[in-house]
């Protein structure tokens, strides 16, 4: 079955580190941009960052600008989330998701058809 | 950012009832539109891209409508398997903002 596989989750204090990792063992990371969303407890979705097939491409939301960084090896077939300097807000879910490409009417559209199952990350001391 | 402003936060309707969810973007986005169901403890799935294009393997009781800054999530006839939160999300610009969420229960 075609999947999304997160780790890296944990505990960690304010200022803290952490690094997340997103596995495809089923597809060929390569060819798509990769996303990372969260989910704080009880809240609704944000998206994260996002980044390039070839990793020539980042995008990041403003709150977490500067102590993220998203990163791809694709002989590894992996996306990773390096997460700095970590604050309460941040504890959430954090799920790795891929963009896909649809083609309707010769334009092409973008959604993020595959999920992971979401890996844990609270801040807290 | 763009604001994607969802209504109503939460509904509860009955099996065979006819269910509608809106979203409106602050601002133009042409149908850049997707939306997700997202069932507790559990992944968003994909139901609908570009505004009113099924993803492959969602029921056809599934209807997206809508350009420039409104549009409408349709369920015909809501289905036990329904339950869960509906998200809209514009991927008209960074950075991707979804909608706060729509509940929708089973009575």
């Known amino acids: 079955e075609v999947q999304l596989v997160e780790s890296g989750g944990g505990l960690v204090p304010p200022g803290g580190s952490l690094r997340l990792s997103c596995a495809a063992p089923g597809f060929t990371l390569s060819n798509f941009w990769m996303i990372w969303i969260r989910q704080a407890p009880g809240k609704g979705l944000q998206w994260v960052a996002n980044?390039?097939?070839?990793?020539?491409?980042?995008y990041y939301v403003d709150s977490v600008k500067g102590r993220f960084t998203i990163s791809r090896d694709n002989a590894k077939n992996s996306m990773y989330l390096q997460m700095n300097s970590l604050r309460a807000e941040d504890t959430a879910v954090y799920y790795c998701a891929r963009d896909r490409d649809f083609y309707e009417n010769k334009i092409s559209y973008d959604a993020f058809d595959m999920w992971g199952q979401g890996t844990r990350v609270t801040v807290s001391s | 950012a763009i604001q994607m402003t969802q209504s109503p936060s939460s509904l509860s309707a009955s099996v065979g009832d006819r269910v509608t969810i809106t979203c409106r973007a602050s601002q133009g986005i042409r149908n850049d539109l997707g939306w997700y169901q997202q069932k507790p403890g559990k992944a968003p799935k994909l139901l609908i891209y570009a505004a009113s294009y099924l993803h492959s393997g969602v029921p056809s009781r599934f209807s997206g409508s809508g350009s420039g800054t409104d549009f409408t999530l349709t369920i015909s006839s809501l289905q036990p398997e329904d339950f869960g939160t509906y998200y809209c999300?514009?991927?008209?610009?960074?950075?991707?903002?979804f909608g706060q969420g729509t509940k929708v229960e089973i009575k």
């Open positions: 999300l514009q991927d008209y610009n960074y950075p991707r903002t």
């Open positions: 980044i390039k097939q070839d990793g020539s491409e980042k």
